[in-house]
């Protein structure tokens, strides 16, 4: 088991302090590692952390973690030391003048981890807000977290240093409780919990889970602690002779030496089975659990055969993880048996590598090396880079070995992790810009982007982003991206995801160019054959076309041929000669959609009146094919039709009122007059008394002067004319005209 002592405040006296803080470390390193503690204290004085500890205290407890690990002293140094560069401007110089390069780099690591909590703070908040419909997001994005906090380290043993500085942190809410110590509890159970589960380092995975239980459930935590404490007596006096027994039968069979002992219960652990499997307390197995570790895999199956021949095995308790290992290598087998008294007990066998594996995990690879040669540093790398994948994957693994070892020589270090504005964190291929960012986030996004600015500071668009960046895109309220974009030469874009979608949005615009030029040639056509109102979908059928759009697609880059689209557009088949010119436009019925209105153009294309100009009839009208919005009907003296006329002149269209129109048009008008009490009802009375429906009103009074203007609803321009002649005279209107 691993030693970890519990408060600093324990500690009988500073000798026995140090004793325990350098335990294993040869007498140079012990005597470097308390020159760092009292470096330490010369500085920290009574400064105190954001939870409301003293620094000093945090570190020591730290490294007390630390040192029950069994790491090296660069490792100890660093948790003792991990405070100096917020206090100091040029503390991680002089931590490496004074301790080396080694230990410098672990304190600058956890520096920059510490960095991560605003985050980590957001995505808690987020987590607990987020309903059902955002649990898989909110799942992705605790996964995200993870793997950013591995890649913004060079070593692992920063985040072992991190996990410590959490489990010191949760010892101090135990000890002094404050508002603080719930989100951190749960940021605990969600992000470093299991980071410590994947890291194989248990001691420390099952203390932050209890402690973090104790401060979210209190209630549930003291009903499974008060349980256990119960018949504790009863439950160790029956784990001493279960103890005495095994090591007989083990010792019988020539099995020398072995390592038998309870287990320690972890009420987290309890409480996760009874809500998984939806049983009582009294239900779980592993309540009165043995420990039997012994030299090899032989002697792990022969005790698993003396065990299942002293009680009676529970078949469905039953896991060999010997054979089947853990995706993070743990290996063990887990049963669990029946007693006479008809209680279960849990027992776990294995070796003494396997059990050392289990305790320590990634720790045990970092113990002090003395004399290490080349291969084993060779090794020690190719172990580092084994832990860092499994960090990374998204779910746990518990077989197929297979995978493990072909993912073992994998580059993990091809994603950055950056930060949106909102604490997100979005991941990326190195070598994104921004603008893969922008796209990352939302196509939208992307498409808008004008701008970017990383840790608040304007940055060109194409600079390759580095993990834990802060990045704020500047974007436009509409618009698209740059051709620029797509020249590989000038870096903007790395993603090929990004690169697709703005190679999309090109080809959209170029469709919907075609398309409107398209549907103006097709109108143009349509009107010279006289047949403005022929169904656009069946002549396309009739020319080989599946939808109306291929067919404008066609005509816009020159496929069709203008004789047979007259020859079908005149009623007759493809290939016939066309009719002569002269025939006459016939009468066409009112066109659906449109009140009634009848625009000389195309069936089926959609129309609408420009709300610049407000047209009715009998008004002289011309049409402008628009992207996406059909015909804008605007009548001829139009100022805004005389622009775009003269821009495009090949979208203009012949327009005009049909024969049968009806329904009402909006109509602008204006008045002007002496103000006096009373105007604007004598106005609004000639409106009620003509049936007009009054959409708009705008009133303005300036030096005696009104002027009004009016939005109503007419059905056609004598109507207008009428009502505007009765405004007209209305005591104090100087004038009254259609805008």
Known sequence: MVSVVHSVAAQADFAGFLATLAAALPAPDAATLTRAVEYAWERYGESTLSSGERIWSHALGMALVIAGLKLDVESRMAAVLFAIPTLEEHGLADIEAQFGKPTAQLVGGISRLNGLRPITRGFVAGSIEAGAGNAAEMKAQVEVLRKMLLSMVEDIRVVLLRLASRMQTLRHYAAQPNELRVPVARETLELYSPLANRLGVWELKWELEDLSFRFLHPDIYRKIANMLDEKRSEREQFIVEAVDRVRRELAAVGIDNPEVYGRPKHIYSIWNKMRKKGVEFAEVHDVRALRIIVDD???????????????????????????????NNYRSLHTAVRCPDGRSLEIQIRTRDMHRHAELGVAAHWRYKEGAKRAQADDYDEKIAWLRLLLTWKDEVTDSTDWIDHYKQAALDEAIYVITPQGKVVDLPQGATPIDFAYRVHSDLGHRCRGAKVGGQLVPLNTPLQTGQRVEIVAAREGGPSRDWLNASLGYIHTKSARTKVRAWFSNQALEETLSEGRALIAKELQRAGQTAANIDELAHKLGFAHADDLYIAAAR??????????????????????????????????????????????????????????????????????????????????????????????????????????????????????????????????????????????????????????????????????????????????????
């Open 297 to 327: 895999v032989a002697e792990c199956y022969t005790a698993l055969g003396i065990v299942h021949d002293l009680w009676h095995p529970i078949p469905s308790e039953f896991d060999d993880y010997i054979a089947n290992p853990k995706g």
């Open 558 to 739: 020159g496929d069709l041929s203008q004789r047979q689209f007259q020859a079908v557009a005149r009623g007759g088949q493809p290939g016939e000669a066309p009719p002569p010119d002269e025939v006459v436009t016939r009468p066409s019925k009112p066109a659906k959609g449109n009140q009634g209105i009848l625009i000389v153009g195309v069936d089926k294309l959609l129309t609408q009146l420009a709300r610049c100009c407000k047209p009715a009839p009998p008004d002289e009208i011309c049409g402008f094919v628009t992207r996406g919005k059909g015909i804008s009907v605007h009548r001829a003296d139009c100022s805004n039709f005389a622009s775009l006329a003269a821009k495009h002149p090949e979208r203009v269209i012949e327009t005009g009122w049909g024969a049968q129109t009806s329904g009402v048009f909006a109509a602008d008008i204006i008045v002007e007059a002496h103000d006096r009490q009373g105007l604007l009802r004598d106005i609004s009375e000639i409106f009620t008394r003509e049936k007009l429906n009054v959409t708009g009103v705008n009133t303005q009074s300036k030096q005696g002067k009104a002027r009004m203007s009016f939005t109503i609803e007419i059905t056609n321009l004598q109507h207008l004319q009428r009502t505007l002649t009765q405004i007209h005279e209305v005591d104090g209107v100087v004038g009254v005209r259609r805008a």
